[in-house]
């Protein structure tokens, strides 16, 4: 399967030059992460959200590795390819990273996104890669959820069927 429009980067090393020549065009880059496991309603919102805060949209997806670090040995339900080919084809989405770790904040740090989006769910809690992005004049935007929109509801309710 080929990802719609050749989205997926395949390094840390090229997200960031995809980012230089971003930030030397005066392109603003947002970044979002997440597992997208069941793509649903409430992610598709937070992405179109996302994306009009800046001019490109970074997508940080967990590997299949992580989600099963984070989530459960059952998950993730879609594989990583079906996942970011998903997301390849929303318009909202300009770029897909896969990464292995518990945590986006190495690829955050590194790339140093203007803004960094999470959802509201994370008031109050410490976002991954924060620190380095308030060290470095950005910052972190929380979106508000639609509620009762999640991938694990969608799981609940079709087990209970």
Do not use: Q, W
């Not at 109050?124 to 992005?133: N, P, Q, R």
């Amino acid at each position: 399967m080929n990802l719609k429009n050749n989205k997926l980067v395949e390094s840390l090393s090229d997200l960031k030059s995809l980012y230089l020549s971003y930030k030397s065009n005066n392109k603003k880059v947002v970044m979002t992460n997440g597992c997208f496991d069941i793509l649903h309603s409430g992610h598709t919102y937070i992405l179109e959200e996302s994306k009009k805060l800046g001019d490109i949209l970074i997508v940080a997806l967990n590997s299949d590795l992580s989600v099963r670090k984070i989530k459960s040995k059952d998950r993730p339900i879609v594989g990583e390819l079906d996942r970011a080919y998903v997301l390849s084809c929303l318009s909202a989405v300009d770029h897909i990273i896969l990464f292995d770790d518990d945590s986006p904040e190495n690829i955050i740090c590194e790339i140093l996104p203007e803004i960094l989006v999470k959802g509201s769910d994370y008031k109050g809690k410490k976002v991954a890669g924060e620190d380095c992005l308030i060290e470095n004049g950005k910052k972190v935007v929380l979106i508000d959820l639609i509620e009762g929109k999640s991938s694990t509801s969608i799981i609940d309710k079709v087990s209970k069927s």
